[in-house]
């Protein structure tokens, strides 16, 4: 298992489509949402965390805040690299950062940060993170929550 941290992320290639633009072809903010939420999966399947485990143990990432500078637009047709790694953790949330580069140019599109907490549905109770996260990734179905 890798440790993707600001010195190392994990990268994941985009294409920007058709569906990602307005009618001028420039990305809607939304769209950017949508390219963190796979980097961010990915991140997670990196860790371990696959859609099997949320399944059986009903422990799913949820997202608490989400914070997005938008810097440079993309454009359609456009070849973008997100980057993602884990940063600060507390007893029950940890955040994971992002950059959204163009890299034929080399201009930063979109920095962001969420905070995410695990939660056991369908109770609804946040979990603790387990010792030594990120490795485990995941709490165990029984650890205690709060």
């Known amino acids: 298992m890798n440790a993707f941290t600001v010195e190392q992320p994990m990268s994941t290639a985009i294409s920007v489509m058709f569906f990602d633009t307005d009618a001028a072809g420039v990305v809607h903010n939304i ?20 859609w099997a485990f949320m399944k059986e143990t009903r422990i799913y990432p949820v997202i608490v805040r989400t914070e997005i500078d938008y810097r440079r637009p993309a454009l359609l047709g456009d070849a973008l690299v997100i980057q993602a790694w884990l940063g600060e953790t507390s007893a029950a949330r940890f955040w994971c950062h992002f950059k959204i580069e163009r890299p034929s140019d080399g201009t930063l599109l979109v920095a962001c940060q969420q905070s995410l907490a695990f939660v056991k549905m369908p109770e609804g109770k946040v979990q603790r993170l387990p010792e030594g996260f990120p490795t485990p990734f995941v709490p165990s179905p029984h650890s205690s929550s709060f």
């Open 31 to 50: 769209a950017y949402l949508r390219f963190i939420e796979t980097a961010r999966t990915l991140l997670a399947l990196e860790y371990g965390m696959d």
